[in-house]
């Protein structure tokens, strides 16, 4: 039976991981040579390793010398209505995700969801969270519009409401709508909206920074109204590209819709007020709102032709026409983004990384995403960037697993069930060959993962990500 079908994992009756040294993700006390007793899905016991016998019917995996911790979470990702959803899920559990918050939804997902045929594998992470369609101008062209599709979303089951491009006016309309209807409201935060304002008034959740640079410029009115004054455009296209074709690049790189002298970003990192930050910082923790850094998705959008990511042996995982077009953009960028542009959009990476750290030492609540689907992020490789990324920005390991395991679950509300390794939690779970609280680059050696119960060994892992490749091999045909 093929990889990543319902007997793809190893679901006995009762399943023991013997030798394990546990990691608390909530104060970094690791106990080892511990045994845990998983049934039905949930830890049953953790004991000491000779104090939980086998059983007559249980596996037994020897996992001595193994680091075990929740499973990793990514709160931002797109992998369903990808080129290849059964692909990009298997690729997540691959890289120990056990975990997804998908960040883009339709009425179509919503009812495929509802009844049950809307994940394709069983290795797959857990849908954590989906919402409807995004608010845009097309479906919340006014306040009243964005009402009646919040009061639509609701009604199909949406978990949240997502914004990404309307009004000032328009967003604030939205969100205290949102609110009424208790939907958590999460999503950018649009040219001329208040990033604190937002905050102020109950926004649940902003991705990708959106907004928070601008409001740490001593040029801040100035550069919302500019933003505000603006509207985004599509980049120049060669003919013969349909406007879905035009659209899916615009999402894939946004650097390319705005102007090639980058301007705006250059004000951005010119005028930036680490005061400020620490202002804006401490207005987030009073208002309770969650970031979503997205630090990888920002990096291989601002560095759109590095061939860090061009040659990254990884792609062999991502279908060839999807490959393609991320190579096309790049040379797009390359043609029109000149030597002082790509410093300018360099600053501005490093600039994140630093206000990730200001965000970290005021207490601003984080929880880990890759954008899994954008230029260059590869699933399940995109989430381990990001934890690298992370470490750039000063931020320590156990920070970081706590941002993919234990903060994941708190912004979910579902702290009894998940986030650290305890009795009575949801068996999903990662085994790790080296500490992950020594370096970050050890969150990324997945040994084995268990997924509701089922354990995936490394060898099972492995083809997991064979089998992806293979289908993509074999779709792609012979090359030229």
């Known amino acids: 039976m093929p990889i990543g079908t319902a007997q793809a994992g190893t679901s006995p009756q009762r399943l023991v991981l013997a030798g394990v040294t546990i990691v608390d993700t909530h104060?970094?006390?690791?106990?080892?040579?511990?045994?845990?007793?998983?049934e039905d899905g949930k830890i049953a016991r953790i004991e000491r390793r000779d104090r939980i016998g086998s059983g007559g019917a249980s596996k037994t995996i020897d996992a001595q010398g193994k680091f075990v911790v929740p499973g990793y979470l990514d709160m931002h990702a797109h992998p369903l209505g990808s080129r290849d959803d059964e692909g990009s899920l298997n690729m997540m559990l691959a890289h120990g995700i056990t975990g997804v918050r998908q960040m883009s939804g339709s009425p179509e997902m919503l009812s495929a969801r509802r009844e049950g045929r809307l994940v394709p594998t069983d290795a797959a992470p857990e849908l954590l969270m989906m919402p409807g369609m995004i608010l845009m101008p097309l479906n919340a062209a006014s306040a009243a519009a964005a009402a009646a599709e919040i009061q639509k979303q609701k009604e199909a089951g949406a978990d949240f409401i997502k914004v990404v491009l309307v009004p000032p006016p328009t967003f604030f309309a939205a969100l205290e709508e949102a609110t009424r209807l208790g939907l958590p409201f999460a999503g950018h935060i649009p040219p001329g909206v208040d990033v604190a304002e937002a905050a102020r008034q109950g926004m649940f959740a902003i991705e990708h920074l959106y907004g928070s640079l601008e409001a740490c410029s001593t040029e801040e009115a100035a550069l919302r109204r500019a933003a505000g004054d603006g509207a985004p455009r599509l980049p120049p296209m060669p003919e013969g590209f349909s406007?879905?074709?035009?659209?899916?690049?615009?999402?894939?790189?946004?650097?390319?819709m705005r102007p090639p002298t980058y301007d705006y970003e250059q004000s951005i990192v010119a005028t930036y007020s680490a005061d400020k930050a620490r202002r804006l910082a401490a207005q987030f923790v009073a208002a309770g709102i969650w970031q979503v850094p997205t630090l990888i998705r920002l990096r291989t959008m601002q560095l759109g032709d590095d061939p860090h990511y061009r040659n990254d042996p990884n792609l062999r995982y991502i279908p060839r026409v999807t490959r393609q077009m991320w190579e096309g953009l790049a040379q797009q960028f390359s043609a029109r983004v000149g030597a002082a542009s790509k410093k300018i959009l360099a600053d501005l990476s490093a600039l994140q990384l630093s206000l990730v750290k200001v965000f970290k030492e005021a207490g601003v609540k984080m929880v880990a995403g890759s954008d899994m689907g954008g230029q260059w992020c590869i699933p399940g490789v995109s989430l381990h960037q990001e934890f690298e990324l992370l470490g750039e920005a000063g931020l320590s390991?156990?920070?970081?697993?706590?941002?993919?395991?234990?903060?994941?679950?708190?912004?979910?509300?579902?702290?009894?069930?998940?986030?650290?390794?305890?009795?009575?939690k949801n068996a999903d779970l990662v085994l790790l060959d080296a500490d992950p609280l020594t370096s970050v680059q050890n969150l990324k050696t997945v040994h084995g993962v268990v997924r509701a119960g089922s354990y995936y060994s490394s060898d099972?892992?492995?083809?997991?990500?064979?089998?992806?490749e293979a289908r993509h091999s074999a779709a792609a045909g012979p090359s030229n």
């Open 460 to 468: 099972m892992l492995e083809m997991l990500k064979k089998s992806t």
């Open 397 to 424: 390991p156990l920070d970081i697993l706590q941002m993919t395991t234990l903060h994941g679950a708190t912004f979910l509300g579902r702290e009894d069930t998940m986030g650290s390794v305890a009795v009575g």
């Open 27 to 38: 104060d970094g006390r690791k106990t080892g040579d511990m045994a845990i007793a998983i």
């Open 243 to 256: 406007l879905n074709e035009i659209f899916e690049r615009a999402i894939a790189n946004p650097m390319l």
